[in-house]
Antibody, heavy 120, light 110 residues
Framework: EVQLVESGGGSGQPGGSLRLSCAAS????????MNWVRQAPGKGLEWVSY????????YYADSVRGRFTISRDNVKNSLFLQMNSLRDDDTAVYYCTRGPYRISGAEGYWGQGTLVTVSS | QSVLTQPPSASGTPGQRVTISCSGS????????VYWYQQFPGTAPKVLVYGNNQRPSGVPDRFSGSKSGTSASLAISGLRSDDEATYYC???????????FGGGTKLTVL
C-alpha cells in the first residue's frame, strides 16, 4: 500500500526556518517525481515545488522561490522541504504528493498533511 | 486567480447527475494529463481521477473524468448526500513549469 507521511510542521516565527519531511512507503521513491502542495486556512490548493526522480530538475512557485528548497533521499525513500525566511502567508497545511506528473498520467497519492503556522 | 477555471459552486438533488468543468489552455490541459480531487473539510484531498479518466481502486464508477482539447470535466452520477465536498482539477503547466490547480468547486446536494 502506497503511503506518504509528512512530519516537521509546527510553529515558526517570521524570518525563521522549518524543515518538512515526507516518508514514502509501498513504492520506490526513485521512480517518481514528487511535489509539495499547500493549503492556507479556508483557501484552495497551491502548488509549492517539484523535484524530478533523480533531483536533476526542481521547480518552485514564485511565492517561495529563493526561500524554500526541495530535496530528496531516494535511498531513505524520503522527500524534504527546507523552509527559510518564513512569512505569515506561509501558514498552511503542507502536503507531499505523488502526481500530477510533468510527463505521465500515472496514479497519484497524497499524504495527510502537516500544519505550519507562522506567527510572532 | 487560478490558472485553471472551475465554477465556484455546483448543486444537485440525490440521484441526479452533475458535471463540474475545468477550463485551461494549450500549455496545461491541452498538453498534459488531468487529475481530479475530492476534499472534505479538515481532511487531505483524495484522488478521484488520474490520467484524464482513470479511477483509483475503491473510487465508485459513479465518478468519471473526461478531457477534450483544453477543457476537462468530472461527472458524478447517482448523486448522494455524502458527495458534498469540494472538488479540484489539476495538471502540469509548461508555461508555469509547475502544477496548476483550479480554484475548487463546492458541491451541494440539495
Amino acid at each position: 500500500e502506497v503511503q506518504l507521511v509528512e512530519s516537521g510542521g509546527g510553529s515558526g516565527q517570521p524570518g525563521g526556518s522549518l524543515r518538512l519531511s515526507c516518508a514514502a512507503s509501498g513504492f520506490s521513491l526513485s521512480g517518481y517525481s514528487m511535489n509539495w502542495v499547500r493549503q492556507a486556512p479556508g483557501k484552495g490548493l497551491e502548488w509549492v515545488s517539484y523535484i524530478s526522480s533523480g533531483s536533476d530538475n526542481v521547480y518552485y512557485a514564485d511565492s517561495v522561490r529563493g526561500r524554500f528548497t526541495i530535496s530528496r533521499d531516494n535511498v531513505k525513500n524520503s522527500l524534504f522541504l527546507q523552509m527559510n525566511s518564513l512569512r505569515d502567508d506561509d501558514t498552511a497545511v503542507y502536503y507531499c504528493t505523488r502526481g500530477p506528473y510533468r510527463i505521465s498520467g500515472a496514479e497519484g497519492y497524497w499524504g495527510q498533511g502537516t500544519l505550519v503556522t507562522v506567527s510572532s | 486567480q487560478s490558472v485553471l477555471t472551475q465554477p465556484p459552486s455546483a448543486s444537485g438533488t440525490p440521484g441526479q447527475r452533475v458535471t463540474i468543468s475545468c477550463s485551461g489552455s494549450n500549455s496545461n490541459i491541452g498538453s498534459h494529463y488531468v487529475y481530479w480531487y475530492q476534499q472534505f473539510p479538515g481532511t487531505a484531498p483524495k484522488v478521484l481521477v488520474y490520467g484524464n479518466n482513470q479511477r483509483p481502486s475503491g473510487v465508485p464508477d459513479r465518478f468519471s473524468g473526461s478531457k477534450s482539447g483544453t477543457s476537462a470535466s468530472l461527472a458524478i452520477s447517482g448523486l448522494r448526500s455524502d458527495d458534498e465536498a469540494t472538488y479540484y482539477c489539476a495538471t502540469w503547466d509548461d508555461s508555469f513549469s509547475g502544477v496548476v490547480f483550479g480554484g475548487g468547486t463546492k458541491l451541494t446536494v440539495l
